[in-house]
């Protein structure tokens, strides 16, 4: 009994207390969200339109190398190139917040280090920029290439996916903070994931026995789904039930570990 209350309260907080957190201290994540916002665009001429433009300018530039240089249409198929970056925005996304979360409790130390702060704002802070970011050039980029319908669906597909992430930047946190070593490695682990991942190849291309053994990188799990949701593509039913699965086996102890390290954050910085 004791075990299953403390199964169901990792799960209760690990979800309900950052977003309570969020809500409780709204105008403070607001007047976090427009500094940064701030020290992003600030002596730049075009101000806030550059979060917006840089992903707009690496899907152009993906077209241009992969749809014109290297003319991944007539090589691959006709819908490599729609594939492709299909995948990729939702990967720039993901790994963008992750590659944050290793150093979010250095990034943010002036905020807490003498005054009091709510810590538990900080996961949610540093993913309402790039899901608001990525969630429009996504949703224009499919309006685009598939059409409204696809454009709509893909609306969802960032919040989802940083749903998905939450309780590994709750982990990746405290372990970017308590170990630095984990922080140099990570975005060359996230490198090698990508690309043993369906983002810059199709999975039928991939030789017999690896398909049969790529259910076992949640990731390529993540863009069955993401295909399935904006393209249509096959969606087995096991590909959801994995990923809720690795979800809720990772939320317990990353919420646990995390609100236990609270108190000792301020000591190590």
């Not at 969630?135 to 597909?157: E, H, K, M, Q, W």
């Not at 998905?164 to 060359?188: C, E, H, K, N, T």
Request: charged share 10%.
């Amino acid at each position: 009994m004791n075990n299953s209350s403390s199964i169901f309260s990792g799960l209760f907080g690990g979800v309900y207390m950052p977003f309570r957190a969020c809500v409780k201290h709204a105008s403070l994540l607001n007047m976090l969200v427009k500094r940064e916002i701030i020290v992003r665009t600030s002596g730049t001429l075009l101000g806030k339109l550059w979060p917006l433009l840089q992903p707009a300018l690496q899907v152009a530039g993906f077209w241009f190398l992969f749809g014109i240089v290297y003319g991944m249409r007539q090589d691959r198929g006709p819908g490599f190139l729609e594939f492709f970056l299909v995948g990729m925005l939702p990967w720039l996304c993901l790994s963008e917040v992750l590659n944050r979360s290793v150093g979010m409790f250095r990034e943010f130390s002036a905020l807490y280090r003498r005054t009091p702060f709510p810590i538990e704002i900080l996961p949610i802070l540093i993913m309402i920029i790039p899901g608001f970011v990525y969630t429009i050039i996504y949703g224009l980029l499919c309006l685009f290439i598939f059409g409204p319908a696809a454009a709509v669906n893909s609306l969802i597909v960032m919040p989802l996916l940083l749903l998905w992430l939450l309780p590994f930047v709750l982990l990746f946190s405290i372990l970017g903070l308590f170990i630095r070593d984990f922080a140099q490695a990570l975005p060359f682990f996230l490198t090698l994931i990508m690309y043993s991942t369906p983002i810059l190849f199709l999975p039928e291309m991939l030789p017999a026995w690896y398909q049969e053994w790529l259910w076992l990188n949640p990731l390529a799990d993540v863009m069955t789904a993401v295909h399935a949701l904006v393209q249509g593509m096959p969606f087995n039913p096991l590909t959801a039930v994995r990923l809720l699965a690795l979800w809720f086996v990772l939320l317990v102890p990353s919420w646990l570990l995390f609100r236990r390290s609270m108190p000792h954050i301020r000591e190590v910085l």
